[in-house]
């Protein structure tokens, strides 16, 4: 208790004494516990509710009886702790360090169900007042507060006693420690019962950028070719039309796309941005060489590092990149783009639209499928950062520099595995955008995936759910609504119909990530005008099996202004004309479900033709929320 006691957390009156020692207290009632590295509750080491000196001297024996039937060993110089017993509810506050995010709390339910309950959530050490009440309201004993069944609960109490746990936390060689339970009434906050592991705590060093990986003016492609089927032709072709100046290097080539070709290095121009496409044995030398000619940004698109257990080369990288002060962004990585200078600096086969989402993106090839996508309904990007392996250049570096953008609006983040857990969510704190992410890694197979993918920890994906919400970031359910969120963002949902089951899955589905409109009684009576008696008179709105392209346009119109989205679910019934229905649908808040395939080939048709978004399943629909 020395320690809790030492940042003045409250604690109950308590005494220690020798096991052969007669035991006595003032203060009743009162708790005896055995102070062994057991779990009491399970051994019966621990006895409450005593009254007087005679019930604790019986409560001894009880103890020593439970004990010797254990097989618990123990000597004269054990233990028993005699404390004021205190009344009110359970709850558990612990702490551990963890290899990714650092000193990270953990609070909930507690007692001796706490690991059946499971009624938990965490707290960064680094977190304020708000980021902890926003934590502490994610669990179901939260309820309590302020009142609960006639009695009242102090959340403050209980509030300040985390704040002290940071600190201790943060300033104590302190690996693992929980206070079970913590006792909350309406005087207060209790520790009752702590244990502490001291240990030292590993901790990796950050380092800030002083230097934007976006200051794209004069750019050197390593690796550039004219053999179309390697990687260095797709980042040449595609840098072509830039406003950057861009440069091609190969010692083996004189032209490439009626550009001159340089041989080497020492012919180059000075160089901010270098592109590194070449095979990995002479990566390490390149940065280098480049470095020392005062090149800062480097995106080495080679592979062959961390990811197949090449970890000294990648700590070299590391290593270069503090000695020079520069970006290395990858290695094993898809590229960037920087629509201010309009460079696509990716071999990617996308078109890439100008707009203001800027996407980081883990896996190269998830991101092909984000940005091709993305082409398909002309959803635009303001920058795009491919990760892969981040040898140097992170999560938490990248969103501080589109943080600095003024054309991203949004942040995009498809993550596998992070570095720089601490560091991660001081950028999430800081951004002055909103921040989507979608974490891949949640069952043990996927983590194991992960990690040979890019070499990078997946972590448990709670612990970095829970703390990256609290910071200030939004999870999704899906990759595509990472460009498709930020485009139709919905409080309130219409659903139309022509069939009742779909729309009542769908409503289902949507329910998770936005609110069903509620149909107001003018609305229903406009409606019960233009539809037949037997419509669903509410929303789903099921304009029933046998509508028209125009039943449907009757009744987007009355409730064109009520939902932020309106999702058109079609099915193929004798009489639906779906070509003439998706041809009304001509606002971007109408997304058309067709349900079926032969039936639908023109109208799907018209909508790839006219580049809008369309679905063919209710479940991916509902993703886009």
Not at 325 to 332: A, H, K, R, T
Not at 358 to 382: H, P, R
Not at 395 to 405: K, Y
Not at 554 to 573: M, Y
Request: glycine share 6%; aromatic share 8%; proline share 3%.
């Amino acid at each position: 208790m020395n320690l809790i006691q030492k940042y003045n957390i409250p604690t109950p009156k308590e005494k220690r004494v020798k096991i052969n020692e007669i035991l006595s207290f003032d203060t009743f009632p009162c708790v005896l516990k055995i102070d062994l590295p057991v779990h009491k509750s399970d051994i019966g080491g621990v006895i409450t509710d005593i009254q007087n000196n005679d019930e604790l001297k019986k409560a001894k024996e009880i103890i020593l009886n439970n004990l010797k039937k254990h097989d618990i060993s123990f000597d004269e110089n054990s233990e028993f702790l005699i404390q004021e017993e205190v009344k009110g509810i359970e709850l558990i506050i612990g702490g551990k360090f963890d290899g990714i995010f650092g000193e990270v709390l953990i609070f909930g339910s507690g007692g001796t169900l706490v690991e059946i309950e499971k009624d938990i959530t965490y707290i960064d050490t680094n977190a304020d007042e708000n980021e902890i009440t926003k934590a502490i309201k994610k669990t179901k004993i939260s309820k309590i507060f302020p009142e609960f069944r006639g009695k009242k609960y102090n959340l403050g109490a209980v509030i300040d006693v985390i704040k002290k746990l940071q600190i201790m936390f943060n300033n104590e060689n302190i690996t693992e420690f929980d206070i079970n339970p913590l006792i909350v009434n309406e005087k207060g906050a209790i520790a009752v019962d702590v244990r502490i592991k001291e240990g030292k705590k590993n901790k990796k060093t950050f380092y800030s950028k002083k230097h934007s990986i976006f200051k794209n003016e004069n750019i050197a492609i390593f690796g550039a070719t004219d053999k179309e089927e390697k990687v260095g032709y797709a980042i040449a072709k595609n840098a072509l039309n830039s406003k950057a100046n861009i440069y091609f290097v190969n010692p083996h080539l004189n032209t490439l796309f009626d550009k001159r070709v340089y041989k080497s290095i020492d012919e180059l121009p000075p160089i901010d941005t270098s592109v590194i496409a070449i095979p990995t044995k002479f990566v390490l030398d390149t940065v280098e060489k480049m470095a020392c000619k005062g090149c800062k940004n480097f995106i080495i698109i080679s592979a062959g590092f961390k990811e197949i257990g090449n970890i000294e080369a990648e700590k070299k990288l590391k290593e270069l990149a503090i000695k020079y002060d520069l970006n290395i962004v990858g290695p094993n990585c898809l590229g960037i783009y920087n629509a201010d200078k309009e460079l696509n600096l990716t071999f990617a086969k996308s078109s890439i639209y100008k707009g203001d989402i800027g996407l980081i993106s883990q896996s190269g090839a998830v991101l092909t499928a984000i940005m091709d996508k993305a082409a398909q309904n002309k959803i635009g990007f303001s920058h795009i950062i491919s990760m892969g392996n981040m040898a140097d250049f992170n999560f938490a570096n990248a969103i501080n520099e589109l943080n600095n953008q003024e054309n991203c609006k949004t942040i995009s983040i498809y993550a596998e595995g992070i570095q720089y857990g601490k560091e991660f969510l001081k950028a999430i704190r800081n951004s002055k955008k909103e921040i989507l992410i979608f974490k891949a890694g949640k069952s043990k197979a996927a983590k194991k995936a992960a990690f040979s993918h890019t070499g990078n920890l997946a972590g448990d994906f709670e612990m970095f759910k829970i703390l990256s919400e609290n910071a200030g970031a939004v999870f999704k359910n899906s990759i595509e609504s990472l460009i498709y969120s930020p485009e139709y963002k919905a409080k309130e949902v219409i659903i139309v119909t022509n069939a009742g089951g779909p729309g009542t899955i769908l409503t289902d589905l949507v329910s998770q990530y936005a609110k069903i409109k509620e149909l107001d009684k003018k609305t229903i009576e406009k409606l019960n005008k233009v539809l037949p008696p037997t419509w669903s008179h509410n929303n789903p709105i099921d304009v029933i099996g046998d509508a028209t392209d125009e039943r449907y346009k009757a009744a987007l119109e009355t409730v064109k202004n009520l939902g932020d989205i309106i999702f058109v679910i079609i099915t193929p019934q004798y009489m639906t004309d779906a070509l003439s229905i998706v041809k009304i649908l001509n606002n971007d808040k109408y997304i058309p479900i067709l349900l079926g395939k032969e039936s639908f080939l023109d109208a799907i048709n018209y909508l790839e033709n006219q580049n809008r978004l369309y679905f063919t399943s209710l479940e991916e629909a509902a993703k886009i929320l």
